[in-house]
Each structure stands twice: as structure tokens, then as C-alpha cells.
Nanobody
């Protein structure tokens, strides 16, 4: 069983930055692919970024070049550094873990989820 706890969300002005963190419990964090998804009101949950067990990173087209995902296996934590934020980035951001080594863009492929953290970008 893995528990995920996100932090770092908040209110930021457009073009600002935020760093989200996701702390995982358990001793096998390094064997999980990790990802960030987001869900805006009235919209489906969408893939934002993922990182494999070998630290290969993946991004959606909408955030590529602005967001950076990373992981610190010693701290059981995955991060999402978000820069040049836009109003359309406003959403609840969720951390997810998969027992597979590679992340997937489909949310149903993940085994564990955090409770989410709100990010609001004001224009």
C-alpha cells in the first residue's frame, strides 16, 4: 500500500511559478512510475507529466517547456516545478503512482492517488 500526499498548491499570478511536492509512504518508491494529473471544473482528469523509474520524463504538449518533473528517491518525493503559469493551468493537481516502470497518460493505469492540491492562476 502506498499513500501519497501532495503539497505546494496555492494562488499565483499569471507568469508566476509554483512547485508541487508529492510525498510517498512505503519502501518501494523507486520502483514506481510517478505522474501528475490535473482536473479543472467540468473537465476530465488529464495527464500533465510523468517520470519513469529510470527518470525518463514525459509531458503533455500544453505544459512542455514550462513544467519540470523530478523525483528524489531518497526522500520518497516527486516534484512538479511549474513556471510561466497561465490561467488555463488552474485545476486540482493529483499525484499518482503506478507499479509499472513507465508512466502512462491514462489515469486508469495508476494504482495509487493523492488527495489533490488546488492551483489557481489569476490573470
Amino acid at each position: 500500500q502506498v499513500q501519497l500526499v501532495e503539497s505546494g498548491g496555492g494562488l499565483v499570478q499569471a507568469e508566476g511559478s509554483l512547485r508541487l511536492s508529492c510525498a510517498a509512504s512505503g519502501r518501494t518508491f523507486s520502483s514506481y512510475a510517478m505522474a501528475w494529473f490535473r482536473q479543472a471544473p467540468g473537465k476530465e482528469r488529464e495527464f500533465v507529466s510523468g517520470i519513469s523509474t529510470r527518470r525518463i520524463t514525459y509531458y503533455s504538449d500544453s505544459v512542455k517547456g514550462r513544467f519540470t518533473i523530478s523525483r528524489d528517491n531518497a526522500k520518497n518525493t516527486v516534484y512538479l516545478q511549474m513556471s510561466s503559469l497561465k490561467s488555463e493551468d488552474t485545476a486540482v493537481y493529483y499525484c499518482a503512482a503506478s507499479m509499472k516502470p513507465q508512466p502512462h497518460r491514462t489515469y486508469s493505469m495508476y494504482d495509487y492517488w493523492g488527495q489533490g492540491t488546488q492551483v489557481t492562476v489569476s490573470s
